[in-house]
Every structure is written in C-alpha cells, then in structure tokens.
C-alpha cells in the first residue's frame, strides 16, 4: 500500500495570486525583523530616487536601480540561508558556518558590483 501523498500545483491565476501572497509575507517579514534588509531598502529607497531624478539616459537609470536590487535579492538569500541552517540546529557546527559566511559574502559581492556600476555610469 502506497501512503504517499499526491501533491496538487496550483495553476494559472490561482498559482500567481498565491505566489505573491508568499512574496508579500517573505518580503513583509524581512522588512519588520532583518536590520541589514532595512537598511539596504531605505539605501535602496534613497539612491532609487536620486537615480530617477538624474540627469542621465533612462537605461542608465534602470542600470542602476537594477544594481541595488540586485542588493536586495543577495539579501533575501542571505538570509534563507540563514533561517534554513538556524532551522536544522542552531548548535555551532563548522559546515553551518560555512555557509553563512558564503551567503554573507555573496551580499558583500552585490554591493561591490552594485558600487562598480554606480561609478561607471555617474563618475567614470
């Protein structure tokens, strides 16, 4: 006898519309409890502006803000990362640090390509 369960996908409509619940809440949850997200949307926030109101082709400016999402969305790994290795055991374990630290530094590389682009478009 079988006792596995079958697992029904959503479609269509219905697929995206919980899609996007589940994005609200990841997105919700970061911006209320994760200091280095809020700190990186209120970046985000501020230079987004600052890049729409320059005086610079309209591809540039989306090169831009593109960048610092980029920063946004190595944040959001990050922090998966971290939640799912907190979640197996918060004990300290070499492999679990490990990976944290590469998702750390997976932000660090965002913001350093993020910084790059912002130096060739606006100084270079």
């Not at 985000?44 to 593109?66: E, H, Q, R, Y």
């Not at 055991?89 to 350093?112: C, N, P, Q, R, Y």
């Amino acid at each position: 006898m079988n006792n596995s369960k079958t697992v029904l996908k959503r479609q269509g409509l219905l697929r995206l519309l919980f899609t996007l619940r589940h994005t609200f809440n990841g997105l919700k949850w970061m911006t209320r409890f994760e200091a280095a997200f809020q700190q990186e949307l209120a970046l985000f926030l501020l230079l987004g502006v600052f890049a729409w109101l320059a005086n610079i082709p309209t591809s540039d400016k989306l090169i831009l803000i593109a960048s610092l999402l980029f920063v946004l969305f190595a944040e959001l790994v990050n922090t998966a990362i971290e939640v799912v290795v907190d979640r197996i055991g918060t004990e300290h374990h070499e492999l679990s640090g490990l990976a944290k630290d590469i998702a750390s530094a997976s932000v660090f590389i965002a913001m350093l390509i993020s910084t790059l682009i912002w130096w060739a478009i606006l100084w270079a």
